[in-house]
Nanobody, 120 residues
Framework: QVQLQESDPGLVKPSQTLSLSCTVSGGSITTNSYCWSWIRRPPGKGLEWIGTISYAGNTYYNPSLESQTSISRDTSKNQFTLQLTSVTPKDTAVYYC????????????WGHGTQVAVSS
């Protein structure tokens, strides 16, 4: 059983960088054919895909967020990380990490999500 766990975001204020890690157990983030994604849900809104890192380390980003988004990984920790720079209150959301089959927009395993509030 694959499990994903988001880290606690800590305190995030406008203009700062949001850093979140997702620790994966029950499966390797380097296993062929799987991709690892960050998704968020702003209050009262639907899910928004942020970006993805593949089993090979290739990254893909939502064009609307690409300029401020970076996804990386630490294979020794079986962990992948989101960095979102220059955050504003519009970045307030519940952030999820999730697994997907790389060719599909379908997520079969999710973390529980972590609340990120960006405010002064």
């Amino acid at each position: 059983q694959v499990q994903l766990q988001e880290s606690d975001p800590g305190l995030v204020k406008p203009s700062q960088t949001l850093s979140l890690s997702c620790t994966v157990s029950g499966g390797s983030i380097t296993t062929n054919s799987y991709c690892w994604s960050w998704i968020r849900r702003p209050p009262g809104k639907g899910l928004e895909w942020i970006g993805t890192i593949s089993y090979a380390g290739n990254t893909y980003y939502n064009p609307s967020l690409e300029s401020q988004t970076s996804i990386s990984r630490d294979t020794s920790k079986n962990q992948f990380t989101l960095q979102l720079t220059s955050v504003t209150p519009k970045d307030t959301a519940v952030y999820y990490c999730a697994r997907q089959y790389c060719t599909l927009f379908y997520y079969d395993y999710w973390g529980h999500g972590t609340q990120v509030a960006v405010s002064s």
